[in-house]
């Protein structure tokens, strides 16, 4: 229809928090399309519910994701690199993963190239040149970006892994990063996305913030055996 608006809802980095994954479900209802950057699990203390729910949004052909690290390393066991935190959430994770979340989490690729109201969207969960394991923060120079975004394809490149939101206008498009709706880093506890507006090939970039109960998913932490930090972490946006 001449003037439809087309609604894109942009998540990142849910980390098995599935009490923040449901708020920002709620939020993102009416988006045609939802696009996930990655890190799906790790950390949290609901992995196989956040997959079902997912599952569930691909199957209708609404959700789309990429592979985090996060997720790499919970489908092969690999915690190269990772810290002490993320290594046992890691093993906490693949002692609790029925098989068949393991096999959709197998399944994701590690890019997303896709067209949507006549603009490209590239989803990495790092970055074209590393897309499993490299940050990309705000404060990237600007060369590195611009080159990023030629070596995507996409008029928008979409990010990860950093839990941080971003956005940096470009001469050829945008690099952006939702955030994190389960695990943010920024000093916010709230879950953070981004929903995107396409009318007549203009993008307007939202980002949003919303509360979910915190305190429930710390509880879980705490009683599923996760390091207590997990938690306390997530009270206050560290």
Same mark, same amino acid.
């Given at each position: 229809?001449?003037?439809?608006?087309?609604?894109?809802? $942009?998540? =990142?980095?849910?980390? =098995?928090?599935?009490e923040?994954?449901n708020? $920002?479900?709620?939020e993102? %209802?009416?988006?045609?399309k939802?696009?996930? !950057?990655?890190?799906?699990?790790?950390?949290?203390? &609901?992995p196989?519910e956040?997959?079902?729910?997912l599952?569930?949004?691909?199957?209708?052909?609404?959700f789309?994701?990429v592979?985090?690290n996060h997720?790499? !390393?919970?489908?092969? *066991?690999?915690?190269?690199?990772?810290?002490?935190? !993320?290594?046992?959430?890691?093993r906490w994770t693949r002692?609790?993963?029925?098989? /068949?979340?393991?096999?959709?989490?197998?399944?994701?690729?590690?890019?997303? %190239?896709?067209?949507?109201?006549?603009?490209?969207? =590239?989803?990495?969960?790092?970055?074209?040149?590393?897309?499993?394991? /490299?940050?990309?923060?705000?404060?990237?120079?600007?060369?590195?970006?611009?080159?990023?975004?030629k070596? =995507?394809g996409?008029?928008?490149?979409?990010?990860?892994?950093?839990?941080?939101?971003?956005?940096?206008?470009?001469?050829? *498009?945008?690099?952006?990063?939702?955030?994190?709706?389960?695990?943010?880093? &920024?000093?916010?506890?709230? !879950?953070?996305f981004?929903?995107?507006?396409?009318?007549?090939?203009?993008? /307007?970039?939202?980002?949003?913030?919303?509360?979910?109960?915190v /305190?429930?998913t710390?509880?879980?932490?705490?009683?599923?055996?996760?390091?207590?930090?997990?938690g306390?972490?997530?009270?206050?946006?560290?």
């Amino acid at each position: 229809m001449v003037g439809e608006t087309l609604r894109i809802g $942009v998540v =990142s980095d849910i980390h =098995s928090n599935l009490e923040a994954l449901n708020e $920002v479900m709620k939020e993102l %209802k009416d988006c045609q399309k939802v696009l996930c !950057a990655g890190d799906l699990v790790g950390y949290g203390p &609901d992995p196989n519910e956040v997959i079902e729910l997912l599952s569930r949004e691909t199957e209708k052909g609404r959700f789309q994701a990429v592979m985090g690290n996060h997720d790499y !390393a919970v489908v092969t *066991g690999d915690t190269h690199g990772f810290s002490h935190l !993320a290594r046992e959430g890691v093993r906490w994770t693949r002692s609790v993963m029925k098989k /068949e979340k393991i096999v959709f989490l197998r399944s994701l690729r590690k890019n997303l %190239k896709i067209s949507i109201g006549g603009i490209t969207f =590239s989803v990495f969960h790092g970055s074209p040149r590393n897309p499993l394991d /490299e940050y990309v923060f705000p404060q990237t120079p600007q060369e590195i970006l611009e080159r990023f975004l030629k070596e =995507s394809g996409g008029k928008v490149l979409i990010l990860g892994h950093t839990h941080v939101p971003m956005i940096r206008e470009l001469k050829e *498009g945008l690099v952006i990063n939702p955030g994190s709706v389960g695990q943010p880093r &920024d000093f916010d506890p709230r !879950a953070s996305f981004i929903v995107l507006e396409i009318k007549e090939g203009e993008l /307007e970039v939202n980002f949003r913030r919303v509360e979910y109960d915190v /305190e429930l998913t710390v509880e879980k932490i705490s009683e599923r055996g996760l390091p207590r930090e997990l938690g306390e972490r997530l009270l206050y946006g560290l």
